[in-house]
């Protein structure tokens, strides 16, 4: 660990300066801590090689601030704060700024605090500062955006009506004391913020005025600001914008005392979910315990209760096939209060055993308590998290700039980036605190279950959650007090994965700069790529094992999906250990492939992963847990019908236009006729006939990459018998190739939500550089301004966006709006959109041009931030069978080319409502029949379009369209055998 941070703060306008911040020793980034004159907190941040900058506002004020009588004020100040200021009027300029500039805006509420945040290109920081910090000097709240606003809280509100975390939530809060603030409803809706205050004669702006002018003061504010500028030009930048902020001197400490009356806890809660899911939760509220940070008691409780290694109440439970996940530790709370919990994600055995797997809780907790806490454990721990922190992965500068701004709330400014990697004060006797709130005549017991319906005796009052609530009986409380301890419960044992060795290996004098070919034979071949970027002793394997078998039916396909889950429940014991040292596999089935991922520290790596792939090449599941999976995947794929509807909505556009593709719906019935022989059947077979791709990225060397590539092929041969695939079964996604002309609508039916969604997919064709750059510099500038159309100014719903989608070397764009309104008149609305938008292109201004290619060329020219990023970027590559690693450094070249004029007739020929070659094709997601929709007040004339084609059978429209070609490479790979000439 390290401080940095070098020269002195501007004096004028700052109170002090904290230059001696610990950071970690593979961070490059500079730092200054300071607060200003007003009272303000701020962090500087330098990193002279960003190519974003970022910036966030924590105001420590939120819903519970919230005057009585107006639910949700904090939430609904939030989004008006965004329109407008005295300096820069105009409603929409911030968001504007920003998005021509490469960059996001966004904010969030939460209890106690209110938090604003950007990223924007690096030479454009100033400036959108300029507009963020006016935010909080001379906010406008216009009166004619009041309704408005309201009614987007209101659609926020109506998408997460039907969610079951928001309905646990206000569960959880309504059997809270209904005196404590933690029982207040702060998301609000138009009920609370418009239409009840009315009736009482309530001016919801003038209360939103009082709120702002009550709360909004910079003592309580914190702020981060990362960019490439020097600290001293960063710190001026705060003090220029920021101290005219004025200062209250107020003060909101944490509302003193638990949440909870007596009568609120020894309760047992039973909730009905929307989806079908399962779960036990035991929750112990304590005394507030986040000011402990340098000793962690609540995460050493954690780290045992929730251990996965053999002797774990998890590996209990799994035995008596009670439950497939725990997990345990600190609940999030806002301050002033803390909660431990134990989460239990139950079988359908489980659930007809919770009083066993509750026994089973305490008889843990009882062991814990039965021994004094060991130093060695908390050493292990702190010495992990040091290790973590020492090679920690660099974050995005807006990640980076939010948790700041969280923990800067909370912490000393020399602490908050440190917090979780710097513990080492081992205190015995607030280990002990902790697990003496963990008992039966403190907790709360909450169940959720389909199998509650009709059982239940309350409805929540804002989300509808029905649920119970009953005292726990004197009996059970006895009984879970008196637990003996259970022969098969122990505390985990020291950690052999622990790393020792950081050394960095050599590299070539000139080492490559993407990943290059080392081998490639029959049957492997081989990608290496050093790290050249980071310099951490870190390492990814992917590897892909190329096979017909998954696709062979939809039968099989779920058959891959039980054998990797299966696998990895099977391995969780092994693998546990491993992965609190940050070293993880991971395998996913694909169409046409078998994957697995192992990534970490490169010191254990080999070891790890060869035990890991042993164990896949030999695993034969068990009956038992075959028969809890099964259950499971069919209640997920039943589950699948209460996703929201954008989500329905972008799945079916995809399934419309994938070649080889499955649709969750399509798969119940082949998931319930699995059988345990059959998915035995399927693994003997997966990978007898196989084609195998390996690529190393990070720590490793050239040597090392063939030497497991060998390994991996010989254990292949010698416990599957497995043979190269022959070039008949090697096959690529392909893409349905809709007709120029084209209108399809395709309409589905919710019903779980309320809200329609609309999703207009256009296709455009191939993917070659040219066009990836005119249909990013189209979404570069058509992305705010269908928003700010669509979302702001229509109202037509919350979730409202477009996007560039790719796939199978093919591209198209996407336009979404969910929505409470009339799907009809919604799509209407949107290619009225696309006609005006046209226009505007025709009349855009050379330099509003250059704007958007200075901010497209902001976008692409973004890094990976660690090498899990980087084999992402490069393995999508291989996986594609394309090897343009470079294709975004191409695309940032030829957008600083493009003429105005390409970007229009592009826009003419594939977007407009009347382009001649425009594949359109849409789908309509609309609630069940008796949920009535909204109007569209205004609907415009529809523009001139095809003659819709109405799409009844998805998988008769798939047969008969015509295929894209495969997608070709970018380079030609030598043969198998030939020589390499990366590795000459």
Same mark, same amino acid.
């Given at each position: 660990?390290?401080?940095?941070?070098?020269?002195?703060?501007?004096?004028?306008?700052?109170?002090?300066?904290?230059?001696?911040?610990?950071?970690?020793?593979?961070?490059?980034?500079?730092?200054?801590?300071?607060?200003?004159?007003?009272?303000?907190?701020?962090?500087?941040?330098?990193?002279?090689?960003?190519?974003?900058?970022?910036?966030?506002?924590?105001?420590?004020?939120?819903?519970?601030?919230?005057?009585?009588?107006?639910?949700?004020?904090?939430?609904?100040?939030?989004?008006?704060?965004?329109?407008?200021?005295?300096?820069?009027?105009?409603?929409?300029?911030?968001?504007?700024?920003?998005?021509?500039?490469?960059?996001?805006?966004?904010?969030?509420?939460?209890?106690?605090?209110?938090k604003y945040f950007f990223d924007v290109s690096v030479d454009h920081l100033r400036p959108a500062l300029d507009r963020f910090s006016q935010f909080f000097i001379a906010?406008?709240?216009?009166?004619?955006?009041?309704?408005?606003?309201?009614?987007?809280?209101?659609?926020?509100?109506?998408?997460?009506?039907?969610?079951?975390?928001?309905?646990?939530?206000?569960?959880?809060?309504?059997?809270?004391?209904?005196?404590?603030?933690?029982?207040?409803?702060?998301?609000?809706?138009?009920?609370?913020?418009?239409?009840?205050?009315?009736?009482?004669?309530?001016?919801?702006?003038?209360?939103?005025?009082?709120?702002?002018?009550?709360?909004?003061?910079?003592?309580?504010?914190?702020?981060?600001?990362?960019?490439?500028?020097?600290?001293?030009?960063?710190?001026?930048?705060?003090?220029?914008?920021?101290?005219?902020?004025?200062?209250?001197?107020?003060?909101?400490?944490? $509302?003193?005392?638990?949440?909870?009356?007596?009568?609120?806890?020894?309760?047992?809660?039973?909730?009905?979910?929307?989806?079908?899911?399962?779960?036990?939760?035991?929750?112990?509220?304590?005394?507030?315990?986040?000011?402990?940070?340098?000793?962690?008691?609540?995460?050493?409780?954690?780290?045992?209760?929730?251990?996965?290694?053999?002797?774990?109440?998890?590996?209990?439970?799994?035995?008596?096939?009670?439950?497939?996940?725990?997990?345990?530790?600190?609940?999030?709370?806002?301050?002033?209060?803390?909660?431990?919990?134990?989460?239990? /994600?139950?079988?359908?055995?489980?659930?007809?055993?919770?009083?066993?797997?509750?026994?089973?809780?305490?008889?843990?907790?009882?062991?814990?308590?039965?021994?004094?806490?060991?130093?060695?454990?908390?050493?292990?721990?702190?010495?992990?998290?040091?290790?973590?922190?020492?090679?920690?992965?660099?974050?995005?500068?807006?990640?980076?700039?939010?948790?700041?701004?969280?923990?800067?709330?909370?912490?000393?400014?020399? /602490?908050?980036?440190?917090?979780?990697?710097?513990?080492?004060?081992?205190?015995? /006797?607030?280990?002990?605190?902790?697990?003496?709130?963990?008992?039966?005549?403190?907790?709360?017991?909450?169940?959720?279950?389909?199998?509650?319906?009709?059982?239940?005796?309350?409805?929540?009052?804002?989300?509808?959650?029905?649920?119970?609530?009953?005292?726990?009986?004197?009996?059970?409380?006895?009984?879970?007090?008196?637990?003996?301890?259970?022969?098969?419960?122990?505390?985990?044992?020291?950690?052999?994965?622990?790393?020792?060795?950081?050394?960095?290996?050599?590299?070539?004098?000139?080492?490559?700069?993407?990943?290059?070919?080392?081998?490639?034979? /029959?049957?492997?071949?081989?990608?290496?790529?050093?790290?050249?970027?980071?310099?951490?002793?870190?390492?990814?394997?992917?590897?892909?094992?190329?096979?017909?078998?998954?696709?062979?039916?939809?039968?099989?396909?779920?058959?891959?999906?039980?054998?990797?889950?299966?696998?990895?429940?099977?391995?969780?014991?092994?693998?546990?250990?491993?992965?609190?040292?940050?070293?993880?596999?991971?395998?996913?089935?694909?169409?046409?492939?078998?994957?697995?991922?192992?990534?970490?520290?490169?010191?254990?790596?080999?070891?790890?992963?060869?035990?890991?792939?042993?164990?896949?090449?030999?695993f034969e599941p068990s009956n038992e847990r075959f028969t809890v999976f099964k259950e499971q995947i069919v209640r997920d794929i039943q589950n699948y019908s209460a996703?929201?509807?954008?989500?329905?909505?972008?799945?079916?556009?995809?399934?419309?236009?994938?070649?080889?593709?499955?649709?969750?719906?399509?798969?119940?019935?082949?998931?319930?006729?699995?059988?345990?022989?059959?998915?035995?059947?399927?693994?003997?077979?997966?990978?007898?006939?196989?084609?195998?791709?390996?690529?190393?990225?990070?720590?490793?060397?050239k040597e090392e990459t063939i030497s497991l590539s060998e390994w991996i092929e010989t254990k292949l041969i010698e416990h599957r018998q497995a043979k190269p695939l022959?070039?008949?079964?090697?096959?690529?996604?392909?893409?349905?190739?809709?007709?120029?002309?084209?209108?399809?609508?395709?309409?589905?039916?919710?019903?779980?939500?309320?809200?329609?969604?609309?999703?207009?997919?256009?296709?455009?064709?191939?993917?070659?550089?040219?066009?990836?750059?005119?249909?990013?510099?189209?979404?570069?500038?058509?992305?705010?301004?269908?928003?700010?159309?669509?979302?702001?100014?229509?109202?037509?719903?919350?979730?409202?966006?477009?996007?560039?989608?790719?796939?199978?070397?093919?591209?198209?764009?996407?336009?979404?709006?969910?929505?409470?309104?009339?799907?009809?008149?919604?799509?209407?609305?949107?290619?009225?959109?696309?006609?005006?938008?046209?226009?505007?292109?025709?009349?855009?201004?050379?330099?509003?041009?250059?704007?958007?290619?200075?901010?497209?060329?902001?976008?692409?020219?973004?890094?990976?931030?660690?090498?899990?990023?980087?084999?992402?970027?490069?393995?999508?590559?291989?996986?594609?069978?394309?090897?343009?690693?470079?294709?975004?450094?191409?695309?940032?070249?030829?957008?600083?080319?493009?003429?105005?004029?390409?970007?229009?007739?592009?826009?003419?020929?594939?977007?407009?409502?009347?382009?001649?070659?425009?594949?359109?094709?849409?789908?309509?997601?609309?609630?069940?029949?008796?949920?009535?929709?909204?109007?569209?007040?205004?609907?415009?004339?529809?523009?001139?379009?095809?003659?819709?084609?109405?799409?009844?059978?998805?998988?008769?429209?798939?047969?008969?369209?015509?295929?894209?070609?495969?997608?070709? $490479?970018?380079?030609?790979?030598?043969?198998?055998?030939?020589?390499?000439?990366?590795?000459?």
């Amino acid at each position: 660990m390290a401080s940095n941070g070098n020269g002195h703060a501007p004096s004028h306008g700052v109170k002090c300066v904290e230059d001696s911040i610990i950071v970690s020793d593979a961070d490059t980034r500079k730092y200054r801590g300071l607060v200003l004159e007003n009272g303000m907190t701020v962090l500087a941040i330098q990193d002279e090689k960003a190519t974003k900058a970022a910036a966030s506002l924590n105001v420590g004020v939120g819903g519970y601030q919230d005057p009585e009588g107006l639910p949700g004020l904090a939430h609904f100040c939030e989004h008006m704060l965004f329109l407008g200021t005295e300096k820069f009027p105009e409603e929409n300029d911030y968001h504007q700024f920003i998005d021509d500039h490469g960059g996001s805006p966004n904010a969030v509420t939460r209890e106690r605090s209110t938090k604003y945040f950007f990223d924007v290109s690096v030479d454009h920081l100033r400036p959108a500062l300029d507009r963020f910090s006016q935010f909080f000097i001379a906010p406008l709240f216009n009166a004619n955006c009041t309704e408005r606003e309201v009614n987007a809280v209101d659609s926020e509100f109506e998408q997460n009506l039907h969610q079951d975390g928001w309905r646990a939530a206000h569960v959880f809060a309504e059997t809270c004391d209904p005196a404590h603030p933690h029982a207040k409803f702060y998301c609000g809706n138009k009920a609370t913020l418009w239409t009840e205050p009315q009736a009482k004669g309530v001016d919801v702006r003038e209360a939103l005025l009082s709120y702002h002018s009550k709360y909004y003061s910079s003592n309580i504010m914190t702020l981060a600001i990362l960019g490439k500028e020097s600290l001293d030009e960063l710190t001026q930048m705060a003090v220029d914008l920021f101290l005219p902020i004025r200062n209250l001197n107020i003060s909101l400490p944490p $509302p003193e005392g638990l949440p909870f009356r007596s009568e609120d806890l020894k309760v047992e809660i039973h909730m009905v979910p929307i989806k079908d899911k399962r779960h036990l939760s035991l929750q112990f509220p304590m005394r507030d315990m986040r000011h402990h940070y340098k000793s962690v008691p609540m995460y050493y409780v954690g780290h045992l209760i929730g251990h996965e290694a053999r002797g774990s109440l998890l590996s209990l439970l799994k035995k008596e096939g009670y439950c497939t996940v725990l997990e345990a530790g600190g609940a999030f709370t806002p301050g002033g209060w803390d909660m431990f919990e134990v989460h239990v /994600d139950l079988t359908e055995t489980g659930l007809e055993h919770v009083e066993d797997i509750i026994h089973y809780v305490f008889q843990y907790i009882a062991l814990m308590k039965s021994k004094k806490p060991e130093e060695w454990i908390f050493r292990e721990l702190s010495d992990i998290a040091a290790m973590s922190f020492r090679f920690q992965n660099q974050c995005e500068p807006i990640h980076q700039v939010t948790d700041a701004v969280d923990r800067m709330q909370d912490y000393p400014l020399v /602490d908050v980036l440190s917090i979780e990697g710097n513990f080492d004060e081992f205190r015995p /006797d607030l280990i002990e605190e902790v697990l003496s709130f963990l008992t039966p005549e403190n907790s709360r017991i909450e169940v959720v279950a389909k199998a509650f319906e009709g059982k239940t005796d309350r409805k929540e009052k804002w989300f509808g959650g029905d649920y119970s609530v009953a005292p726990i009986s004197d009996e059970r409380i006895k009984s879970w007090s008196s637990v003996g301890l259970h022969p098969e419960l122990d505390i985990p044992p020291r950690n052999d994965f622990v790393p020792r060795h950081f050394d960095l290996k050599a590299k070539d004098s000139e080492p490559p700069s993407f990943p290059v070919l080392i081998k490639n034979s /029959d049957h492997v071949a081989v990608w290496f790529k050093p790290d050249t970027l980071f310099n951490l002793p870190k390492c990814c394997v992917a590897l892909q094992i190329q096979t017909p078998k998954i696709f062979e039916s939809e039968l099989s396909y779920c058959y891959s999906v039980f054998f990797s889950r299966l696998f990895h429940d099977a391995m969780a014991e092994f693998s546990y250990m491993a992965t609190r040292c940050e070293i993880n596999f991971q395998t996913s089935s694909e169409p046409r492939a078998f994957q697995l991922f192992v990534t970490g520290y490169d010191d254990k790596l080999r070891t790890f992963l060869e035990r890991v792939f042993l164990e896949l090449m030999t695993f034969e599941p068990s009956n038992e847990r075959f028969t809890v999976f099964k259950e499971q995947i069919v209640r997920d794929i039943q589950n699948y019908s209460a996703e929201i509807p954008y989500q329905h909505a972008s799945d079916v556009i995809k399934h419309l236009t994938e070649h080889r593709s499955y649709r969750l719906p399509q798969l119940l019935a082949h998931a319930q006729a699995s059988t345990p022989e059959g998915l035995k059947q399927f693994i003997s077979e997966i990978f007898s006939t196989c084609q195998l791709v390996l690529m190393t990225v990070g720590n490793a060397t050239k040597e090392e990459t063939i030497s497991l590539s060998e390994w991996i092929e010989t254990k292949l041969i010698e416990h599957r018998q497995a043979k190269p695939l022959s070039t008949e079964g090697l096959w690529n996604h392909q893409q349905l190739k809709l007709p120029d002309g084209c209108n399809y609508l395709h309409k589905m039916v919710n019903g779980v939500h309320t809200s329609a969604c609309v999703n207009i997919y256009l296709q455009v064709g191939e993917q070659n550089v040219q066009n990836n750059v005119l249909l990013l510099l189209v979404h570069q500038l058509m992305e705010e301004k269908f928003f700010d159309a669509l979302r702001t100014k229509r109202q037509l719903g919350y979730i409202v966006g477009c996007s560039v989608k790719r796939s199978s070397g093919i591209q198209g764009y996407s336009l979404v709006v969910q929505s409470e309104k009339n799907p009809e008149h919604v799509e209407l609305c949107m290619e009225a959109f696309l006609q005006d938008f046209e226009e505007k292109l025709d009349n855009l201004t050379d330099e509003l041009f250059d704007v958007a290619v200075e901010g497209l060329v902001v976008r692409l020219s973004q890094r990976p931030k660690n090498i899990y990023g980087e084999l992402a970027q490069y393995w999508s590559e291989v996986t594609s069978n394309r090897y343009c690693f470079d294709i975004r450094e191409q695309c940032t070249k030829h957008a600083k080319t493009v003429k105005k004029e390409e970007v229009v007739k592009f826009y003419k020929e594939f977007i407009t409502p009347s382009a001649p070659r425009r594949r359109k094709c849409c789908v309509h997601v609309v609630p069940k029949e008796d949920v009535s929709m909204g109007e569209v007040g205004d609907v415009p004339d529809g523009p001139s379009m095809s003659k819709v084609e109405i799409v009844s059978d998805i998988e008769e429209f798939r047969t008969k369209m015509p295929l894209y070609d495969s997608m070709k $490479p970018y380079v030609t790979l030598p043969k198998p055998g030939a020589a390499l000439p990366c590795s000459e």
